[in-house]
């Protein structure tokens, strides 16, 4: 029977909490009446992950599980399980119980609603206060750079239709952010509120560099504005040069030679430096994106797929 409901779920060194993770989900979609799929990524885990998906995978005739050749990160193990899942409705959830299972029925009505991708936002957040801050501040200029409507760009429990589904599956970009993806191709994006809890063992998995990774990717992937502020910020300060210069000009005939200064000029033209190489580094994070995409080199490399009808 082709399912209704796939849940997608991205999995990395997350041993402690899948089959917890599982004793949450599978009651939770079989109290929704409807056919369903479940589908793990196993994203190269280093622990027990894989054993227990497989073992998983066996029990549960819903639940299929792919293993990448090593860690190609969150959003291509979502985009290897896109490619895979036939629902009509695609939900992504995370493996660490952040997002609660139980909140999936109240997705999948407001797709009912009549809309194609439902959001969600983070009601009440239980993660760092430096963790929080920093996604505002985020959230703020994502939204202000790329346009899109969204009021939390990090929380990955949402809903997708099929539609939107097969349009990212179309996509064969190297580096991604599903959510601001999905957005693009959106007719009716809606958004409610989830509830969140703490990780509910082990560690996140992203890195303080991992996270500036991420937001490179979000930033590059959906919007050129960085590119445009930098030129716009490079136009201002010549003007301003030119100014300067015209003043220093009319000071010279008023007050004659000066030699004071030469150390604030120092600090002054330290500035200016970090700004050039700032925008030189803005413009190689796009370079180094074209440079991977022309590669065209396969974005993530699929060991195995347990479970379903490729038995094993
Ligand atoms: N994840 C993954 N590959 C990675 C990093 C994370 O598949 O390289 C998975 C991880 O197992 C989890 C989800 O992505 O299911 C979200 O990761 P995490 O909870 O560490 O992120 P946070 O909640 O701290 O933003
Ligand atoms: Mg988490």
Redesign the pocket.
């Given at each position: 029977m082709t399912p209704y409901l796939s849940v997608v779920?991205?999995?990395?060194n997350?041993e402690g909490n899948l089959d917890n993770l599982m004793q949450r989900l599978y009651p939770a979609l079989t109290g929704m009446k409807r056919p369903f799929e479940i589908i793990f990524t196993d994203?190269g885990s280093r622990d027990r992950s894989l054993e227990i998906l497989k073992r998983l995978a066996k029990e549960y005739p819903e639940v299929r599980v792919i293993e990448f050749n090593g860690?190609f990160?969150?959003h291509m193990?979502i985009m290897a399980a896109f490619e895979i899942s036939r629902g009509e409705i695609v939900v992504t959830l995370?493996?660490?119980l952040?997002n609660p299972p139980e909140e999936i029925p109240k997705l999948v009505a407001e797709m009912e609603n009549g809309h194609d991708v439902v959001g969600t936002i983070r009601h009440n957040r239980q993660d760092s206060v430096f963790r929080k801050s920093a996604s505002r501040l985020v959230n703020i200029t994502t939204r202000k750079m790329t346009g899109m409507k969204m009021t939390d760009y990090?929380c990955?429990l949402r809903a997708y239709h099929r539609n939107v589904v097969n349009n990212i599956n179309r996509c064969h970009e190297a580096s991604t952010f599903i959510p601001a993806l999905a957005q693009t191709f959106a007719s009716s994006p809606s958004e409610i509120e989830v509830a969140h809890a703490e990780?509910s063992a082990g560690e996140?998995?992203?890195s303080f560099y991992k996270l500036i990774r991420l937001n490179f990717d979000l930033m590059t992937g959906f919007s050129v504005v960085p590119l445009q502020l930098f030129a716009l910020t490079g136009i201002v300060t010549a003007l301003g040069a030119v100014a300067f210069a015209l003043f220093l000009l009319v000071r010279r005939f008023m007050v004659g030679a000066e030699v004071e200064g030469v150390f604030t000029l120092f600090a002054i033209l330290f500035f200016f430096i970090g700004i050039t190489i700032f925008g030189i580094g803005i413009v190689g994070e796009y370079v180094g994106r074209i440079y991977q995409e022309v590669r065209r080199r396969p974005r993530y490399v699929v060991r195995r797929v347990y479970g379903g009808s490729d038995e094993g």
């Open positions: 779920v991205p999995v990395y997350e994203d860690n990160g969150q193990a995370d493996a660490d952040q990090g990955m990780r996140s998995k992203y």
